[in-house]
Every structure is written in structure tokens, then in C-alpha cells.
């Protein structure tokens, strides 16, 4: 019986042994996706799917794609996901995608830019299932959008004359419909068993920059010069001189919106596991709606005349010089909107595991609905006769001598909002577990709805004898209006814990507000920020738990409406 | 005693079966160089016409170490406006061990105006070890105005047997120089490999599609390519890939791609590899790539 038994188990362990030498396979799989379109939209679409039963293999998940495009109407989608399930011990999954996407140079440099949409929308997901032991599992996403360079009109216009008219005139108009960038990430893992490693990350970048920008310039500039021949003056003589410079640019774009959606999921069944799982967003909204525009008109008349004889200067001598330098520049925003959602949930089952937990959240709006204006005239007349004879200034010596100089600013934005929404959920079973939360959200809104006027005029007159007639005017005006500027800042971390287990929470908030309205007569309506901060513990067992909170805000405005809450909560049966 | 015996035995019997081939074609039957080649060219000055050109190859070798070679070669001009029809195949069923495939059509057409299609097949079904496949296709198509150039490529292996290679590729290649113009680019390879016994069949496969199309003015360019692998046994090698590239001059066009690699393997220390890639520029682009696999083995030995 007992020689039965013993062939029997090693009857089976050879075949075990036969059967099992190692899995040890591998598998890579990667899609790479370029594409460049000159009009309407680009496509992008990326799958990784893998299932792998056994130990000791290693799967790897890539993604990446690329597109640029340009447009009247630009759009670009880019969907990338990746799927693996492993079966077995020692397995490892790496699970990446990355994505970008261009919008730049578009309609560049003409002097009447309009465009109609810009889009961008990127989708990422990682999802990995791992059931095993001393598993690792790796899901990153990152996304990075760019809206750079759009919508811009340049128009420039300069005449240098000798002859006395001189006339210059610049016209810019950059106006755009809708900027939206949408960026959603998503990861979701779950790992069955001990000393498994998860780690999810996500990072999203976007940006637009320098769009629907008007720029006009325009420089008139007269040299005017008059020498009469050197005889007597009967008929009269007279030189009429003038420089005119006009500059208008106008900019108007109705919305910008900037959506952040970032998640990560981990479940992790087991002891001793780790869980880590991050959420990084970036939003900037700078140079939005901005227009320039610059007049320059120089008048540099001369007359000169020498006479002789019987009736020298019986005509007379007049000269009239002018500059007029007209600037405009108006600027309009409907709305600029950015939204930030980040959200981690983790839940581990066992003993000995921990979980870490953050988001970061970044917004920035500056420069948006900027408008700046300058004109500048300058007049230098200069009348000189010298006359010999019996009746030398019998029909006089006139000059009239003039500088306008106006500049005029407009800029109206209706609403400024970021709102940032953060939360941290963390659930553990069992005993020796650590949680750490961590929220972190800056929102700045520096420079919104400027107006800029600046005007001179200046004259310089040079003559012999009577009637000098020499006005300047300088008439600048800047406005800007802004209905209402909004911050919400939400954060929570809730962690419930079952077991002798550590906590330890913390959120941080800042909101700025910062108004460069020098030189303006400004409108503003309301500036209001809400922030919330929630940090909430239950636990059974005997336990450690810190909690703490920070907000932090800079407006410098008045009519400044702030409402911050703050609550730590703890639940805790030992 | 006598229990143990025949338990023994049995594993001897089992280890026996898992280290070496179930056939046996040590013998040698006649190491033999088989050939078979079709050569078409035609060509038109200026009038237009229609050109079709058929070809295909067949064989069934049984034996050892031969030299099979299956070849189709097609050319043809029409500087007038007409169409053009190529299509070219190659079946081959070998059984034997050592063997050398190789399997390949080329096929290049001119045309000025109208239509051109390019159809290539290969098909082998070789059953034994150490063999060496290759299937290719090459086509290659100009068109001018108001044209349209389709392009199918194809092979199939089926490989039965230990330490094998099975290389599959197909190469297009399609100019378009007119307005209005289309160009569809479908390639596709088909692999099973099935190695003997539990232990180093070792087997490779390598599939690979490439496509390339350059088209001007307003035109629709459409390239899918596959890839599919079904491998069965150990140290199997799979590597499988799609490159797609649709350059229009002026970048009005609307592009489609679309690539998928495939794969089912079962059996322990396999490697595989899954990589797309496209490139694309047009008015409209959409792009769609996926790697798909499930691989199979046992538990590791402790």
C-alpha cells in the first residue's frame, strides 16, 4: 500500500514538474497614430486588449498618439484604452497612453482673421485585472492639449511722404467662435491576492494661448519742404501740410472652456499590498481676446523763402500744418470657463496595506479681454523768410500749426469661472493599514477685462512774424467691464477604515484674484470665491488620525464676496 | 511492484511524446528544387484598353529538405484611359521536414485614367518540422485622373510541426495623381502554428502589412490591414505588425485606416509582439488601431 501511494506522488510530481516549467511568456503591444490635417477634423482611435493565464509573464500596453490640425473649423478627437487581465504570480502589466493634440498658427498674420470652432477632446482608459500573487500593475495616462496662435490679425500701414499729404490707416480683426479643450482620464484596476503593487496616475495639460489677437499699426509721417524761388513775392505763396495716421483693432471671442476629468479606481484584495493613486491637471487660459492698436502721425513742414526787390512779400506767406493720430482698440469676451474634477477611490481588503491617495489641481486665467490703445501726433512747422526791397511784408506772414491725438479702449468680459472639484475615498479592512488623502488646488485669475488708452500731442512752431495758431488736443479713454469673476473650490478626502489602521488627511486651497486696472475706468461687478474643504474619518479599531485643512485667498478687489467652509470629521469605535 | 511498473512506463511513455515530433519524415524522399513562375507584361501606346492578367500557381510536395519556389510577376501599361486587372495566387501543400518555401507575387500597373485592381494570394499548408515559409506580395499602382486603384492582398499558413518560420508580408504601394481619385488598400495575413509535443517546438511567425498611398486634389484614400495568429506550443515567437501611410499633396482628402493584430497563443515561454502605426494627412482623418491577444500557460514551477 505503501509503495502504491509512493508511486502515486511521484507519478504526479513529475508530471507537475513536466507541466510546469514556468510560463514566462510575453507579450508587447503599442499603436502609434500620426496624423496632420490642414481642415476639417482628425480621428484617432487606439486599442489594447490582452489576457495572459500563467506565471511570470509580463504584458505591455502602449498607446500614442499625435495630431495636429488647421482649420476654419478644427477639431481633433483622440480615444486611446487599454484592457488586461493576468491570471497567475509574478505577472507584470504596464498600461500607458499618451496623447497630443495641436492647434497652432492658424490663420496667422492677415489682417481680417475669423474662424468658426476649435476642439479638442481626448479620452484615456487603463483597465487591468490581476489575480495572483506578487503582481505589479502600472496605468498611467497623459494628455496634453494646445490651442497656440489663433485667430491673429496683424495689419500694419506706414507712409513716409515729402509732398504734403500724408495718410496712413491700419484695420485688424480677429474674431473666434468657441475654444473648448475636453480631457477625460480614467483608470480601473483590481488586484486578488498578496503583495501586489498598483500604481495609477493621471496627467492632463492644456492650454490656449495668444488667440483671437488683433494688432494694428499705423505711421504717417510728412516731410514736407517749400523754398520759393528767389524773387519778388506778388501772388502769394502758401503750403498746406498734413499727417494722418488711424489704427483700429478689434478682437471678440465668445467662449473658452477648459474641462479636466481624472479618475482612478483600485481595488485590492490581500495583504501587504500597495495602492497609490494620483491625479494631476493643468489648465491656462492666457492672451485671450486682445486687441492693439497704435497711431503715429509726424509732421515736419518747412517754408523758406528769401525775397528781394520792389514789392517783396506783396502776396503774402501762409503755411497750415497738421497731425492727426486716431487709435482704437476694442476687445470682447462672452465667457471663460475652466472645470477640474479629480477623483480617487481605493479599497483594500487585508491586513498590512496602504493607500495613497492625491490630487493636484492647477487654473490659471491671465490676459483675457485686453484691449490698448496709443496714439501720438507731433507737429514741427517751421515758417522763415527774410525779405529785401521797399515794401517787404505787405501781404503778412500766417502759420497754423495743429496736433489731435485720440485714443480710445474698449474691453467687456461677462465671466470668469474655475471650479475645482476634489475628492480623495479611501476604504480599508483589517489591521496595520495606512491611508493618506491629499487635495491641493490653485486657481488664479490675474488681469481680466483691461482697457488701455494713451494719447499725446505735441506741437513745435517756428516762425518770424504774427498770427501763430497752435492747438493740441489729447483725448484718451479706456473702459473695461466685467460682470463676475468666480472661484469654487471643493476638496473632500472620506476615509473609513475597519481595524488597528493609520489616517491622515489634508487639504489646501488657494484662490487669487489679481486687477491691473491702471490708466481705466473700470466696471467690475462681483468677485466671489467658495472654497469647501471636508475631511471625514471612520474607523473601528484602535487607530492614529490626522486631519488638516488650509485656504488661502488674494482678492484685491472690492465687492469681493468669500465663503469658505471647513469641517474634519472622526467616527471612531475602539 | 507491479503497479509501479506500469505507472513508469506510462511516464516514460509521456516524456517520450512531449520531446519529439508525432511524425516522422527522417527518411529522406529526394531533396528536389521545384520552380514555378508566371511572367505577364503588356502595354498600350495611347489607345485604351482592358487588361486582364491571370495567374496562379499550384503544387503538393512530400518529402525532405526541397527548394519550393511559386512565383507570379505582372506588369502592365495603359497610357490611354481603360482598367487593369491583375490577379495572381499561389497554393502549395508540402509535407516533409527541412523544407524551404517560398511563395511570392509581384504585380505593377500603370494607368492613365479609369481603374485598377490587384488581387494576391498565398496559401501553404506545410506539415513537418524545420521548414522554412515565406509569403509576399507586392503591388504596386499608378493612376491618373478620375481613377480608382484597389489593392487586396493575402496569405494564409498553416504550419504544423516543430522549430518552423512562417514569414507573411504584403507591401502596397498606390499613386494617385488626379482629381477624384480613390484608393482602397486591404491586407491581410492568416498564421497557425501548431508545434508537437509539451516542450521547444519553438516556432516563429512574422507578419507584417505595409501600405503607402500618395494622392492629389480631392480624393478617398481607404487602407485596413490584419493580422492573425493562432500559435500552439512553447517557445513560440509571434511578431506582428501594421504600417499604414496616407501622404495627399494638398491634403484635401479624406483618409480611413484602420489596422488590427491578433493573436491566440497557448503554450509556455512564448514571446509576442503587437505594434500599429499610421501616419496620415488630409482633410478629414480617422484612424483606428487595436492589438488584440490571449495567451495560455500553466502555472509556474515552484
Redo the contacts between chains.
Keep these: 500500500m505503501k509503495?502504491?501511494i509512493?508511486?502515486?506522488v511521484?507519478?504526479f510530481l513529475?508530471?507537475l514538474?513536466?507541466?510546469?516549467?514556468?510560463?514566462?511568456?510575453?507579450?508587447?503591444?503599442?499603436?502609434?497614430?500620426?496624423?496632420?490635417?490642414?481642415?476639417?477634423?482628425?480621428?484617432?482611435?487606439?486599442?489594447?486588449?490582452?489576457?495572459?493565464?500563467?506565471?511570470?509573464?509580463t504584458l505591455n500596453?502602449k498607446?500614442e498618439q499625435d495630431?495636429d490640425a488647421s482649420?476654419t473649423m478644427s477639431a481633433i478627437f483622440q480615444d486611446a484604452s487599454n484592457f488586461g487581465i493576468q491570471v497567475?504570480?509574478?505577472n507584470k502589466l504596464f498600461q500607458t497612453n499618451k496623447a497630443d493634440a495641436d492647434i497652432r498658427n492658424l490663420f496667422w498674420g492677415s489682417a481680417t482673421a475669423m474662424l468658426s470652432q476649435v476642439l479638442i477632446e481626448q479620452t484615456q482608459a487603463n483597465l487591468g485585472i490581476q489575480v495572483g500573487d506578487h503582481n505589479n500593475l502600472f496605468q498611467r495616462n497623459d494628455a496634453d492639449a494646445e490651442v497656440e496662435n489663433v485667430a491673429i490679425a496683424n495689419a500694419f500701414d506706414s507712409l513716409d511722404s515729402q509732398s504734403e499729404l500724408s495718410t496712413a490707416t491700419a484695420t485688424a480683426i480677429a474674431t473666434l467662435r468657441n475654444v473648448k479643450i475636453s480631457q477625460n482620464q480614467e483608470n480601473f484596476a483590481v488586484q486578488v491576492g498578496d503583495r501586489n503593487n498598483l500604481l495609477q496616475n493621471n496627467d492632463a495639460d492644456a492650454e490656449v494661448e495668444n488667440v483671437a489677437v488683433a494688432n494694428a499699426g499705423a505711421f504717417a509721417s510728412n516731410d514736407a519742404t517749400q523754398t520759393p524761388p528767389t524773387f519778388s513775392n506778388v501772388g502769394g505763396i502758401a503750403q498746406d501740410a498734413s499727417s494722418d495716421a488711424t489704427a483700429s483693432a478689434a478682437a471678440g471671442l465668445s467662449h473658452v472652456a477648459i474641462e479636466q476629468n481624472q479618475a482612478n479606481l483600485g481595488v485590492q484584495v490581500g495583504d501587504r499590498n500597495s495602492l497609490s493613486q494620483s491625479n494631476d491637471a493643468d489648465a491656462e487660459v492666457e492672451n485671450v481676446a486682445v486687441a492693439n492698436a497704435g497711431a503715429f502721425a509726424s509732421n515736419d513742414a518747412k517754408l523758406d523763402q528769401t525775397a528781394s526787390g520792389f514789392a517783396s512779400n506783396l502776396g503774402g506767406i501762409a503755411q497750415d500744418a497738421s497731425s492727426d493720430a486716431t487709435a482704437s482698440a476694442v476687445a470682447g469676451l462672452s465667457h471663460v470657463a475652466i472645470e477640474q474634477n479629480q477623483a480617487n477611490l481605493g479599497v483594500q481588503v487585508g491586513d498590512r496595506n496602504s493607500l495613497f491617495q492625491s490630487n493636484d489641481a492647477d487654473a490659471e486665467v491671465e490676459n483675457v479681454a485686453v484691449a490698448n490703445a496709443g496714439a501720438f501726433a507731433s507737429n514741427d512747422a517751421d515758417l522763415t523768410q527774410t525779405a529785401y526791397g521797399f515794401a517787404r511784408n505787405i501781404g503778412g506772414i500766417a502759420q497754423g500749426a495743429s496736433s489731435d491725438a485720440t485714443a480710445n479702449a474698449r474691453s467687456t468680459l461677462r465671466r470668469v469661472e474655475i471650479v475645482q472639484d476634489q475628492t480623495n475615498l479611501g476604504a480599508q479592512v483589517g489591521d496595520r493599514n495606512s491611508l493618506f488623502q491629499s487635495n491641493d488646488a490653485d486657481a488664479e485669475v490675474e488681469n481680466a477685462a483691461v482697457a488701455n488708452a494713451g494719447a499725446i500731442a505735441s506741437t513745435n512752431d517756428h516762425v518770424s512774424a504774427v498770427d501763430i495758431l497752435d492747438p493740441k488736443v489729447d483725448i484718451e479713454s479706456g473702459f473695461a467691464t466685467l460682470n463676475e469673476i468666480a472661484i469654487k473650490q471643493c476638496q473632500k478626502n472620506l476615509a473609513v477604515q475597519v481595524g488597528h489602521n493609520f489616517a491622515a488627511q489634508n487639504n489646501y486651497a488657494d484662490g487669487q484674484v489679481e486687477q491691473d486696472l491702471a490708466n481705466t475706468a473700470a466696471n467690475l461687478h462681483r468677485i466671489s470665491i467658495e472654497q469647501t474643504e471636508v475631511n471625514a474619518v471612520v474607523q473601528v479599531g484602535s487607530s492614529a488620525v490626522f486631519q488638516n485643512g488650509g485656504q488661502i485667498d488674494h482678492p484685491n478687489q472690492s465687492n469681493t464676496h468669500i465663503k469658505r467652509t471647513q469641517s474634519n470629521t472622526l467616527v471612531e469605535v475602539n | 511492484?507491479k503497479?509501479?511498473l506500469v505507472?513508469?512506463m506510462?511516464?516514460m511513455a509521456?516524456?517520450s511524446f512531449?520531446s519529439a515530433g508525432g511524425i516522422d519524415f527522417s527518411r529522406s524522399y529526394g531533396s528536389n528544387a521545384i520552380t514555378q513562375t508566371n511572367w505577364a507584361s503588356a502595354s498600350s501606346s495611347w489607345q485604351p484598353g482592358v487588361y486582364e492578367q491571370y495567374q496562379s500557381n499550384t503544387a503538393i510536395v512530400v518529402g525532405n529538405g526541397n527548394d519550393i519556389t511559386q512565383s507570379n510577376i505582372a506588369d502592365a501599361t495603359n497610357f490611354g484611359s481603360g482598367s487593369i486587372f491583375q490577379s495572381q495566387s499561389n497554393l502549395l501543400i508540402a509535407v516533409g521536414n527541412g523544407n524551404d518555401v517560398n511563395q511570392q507575387n509581384w504585380a505593377d500597373a500603370l494607368n492613365f485614367g479609369g481603374r485598377i485592381r490587384q488581387v494576391q494570394e498565398n496559401l501553404a499548408v506545410i506539415v513537418g518540422s524545420k521548414n522554412d515559409v515565406l509569403q509576399a506580395n507586392r503591388a504596386s499602382a499608378v493612376a491618373g485622373r478620375f481613377a480608382s486603384i484597389t489593392q487586396d492582398q493575402s496569405n494564409l499558413g498553416v504550419v504544423i510541426g516543430n522549430e518552423n518560420d512562417l514569414f507573411q508580408s504584403n507591401d502596397a504601394d498606390a499613386d494617385a495623381f488626379g482629381p477624384g481619385d480613390k484608393i482602397d488598400q486591404s491586407q491581410t495575413n492568416l498564421a497557425v502554428e501548431i508545434g508537437e509535443g509539451?516542450?521547444n517546438s519553438r516556432n516563429h511567425v512574422s507578419q507584417h502589412n505595409n501600405a503607402y498611398a500618395d494622392a492629389f486634389a480631392v480624393s478617398t484614400v481607404n487602407q485596413v490591414e490584419k493580422n492573425l495568429a493562432v500559435v500552439v506550443g512553447s517557445h513560440e515567437v509571434v511578431h506582428q505588425s501594421n504600417w499604414q501611410d496616407a501622404d495627399l499633396s494638398d491634403?484635401?482628402a479624406h483618409i480611413n485606416q484602420n489596422?488590427v493584430?491578433s493573436?491566440v497563443?497557448i503554450g509556455?515561454?512564448?514571446?509576442?509582439?503587437?505594434?500599429?502605426?499610421?501616419?496620415?494627412?488630409?482633410?478629414?482623418?480617422?484612424?483606428?488601431?487595436?492589438?488584440?491577444?490571449?495567451?495560455?500557460?500553466?502555472?509556474?514551477?515552484?
Design positions: 509503495m502504491k509512493a508511486a502515486t511521484v507519478l513529475l508530471m514538474i513536466s507541466s510546469a516549467s514556468a510560463g514566462g511568456n510575453h507579450l508587447s503591444q503599442s499603436n502609434s497614430q500620426n496624423a496632420f490635417s490642414p481642415g476639417v477634423f482628425v480621428s484617432q482611435d487606439a486599442t489594447n486588449m490582452g489576457i495572459i493565464v500563467g506565471d511570470g509573464n500596453q498607446n495630431a482649420g497567475g504570480n509574478g | 511492484m503497479k509501479l505507472a513508469f506510462a511516464l509521456l516524456i512531449g509539451r516542450r491634403g484635401f489596422a493584430n493573436i497563443a509556455r515561454h512564448d514571446s509576442s509582439t503587437q505594434s500599429n502605426d499610421q501616419d496620415a494627412y488630409g482633410v478629414i482623418v480617422d484612424q483606428t488601431a487595436s492589438n488584440l491577444a490571449v495567451m495560455v500557460s500553466g502555472s509556474q514551477q515552484p
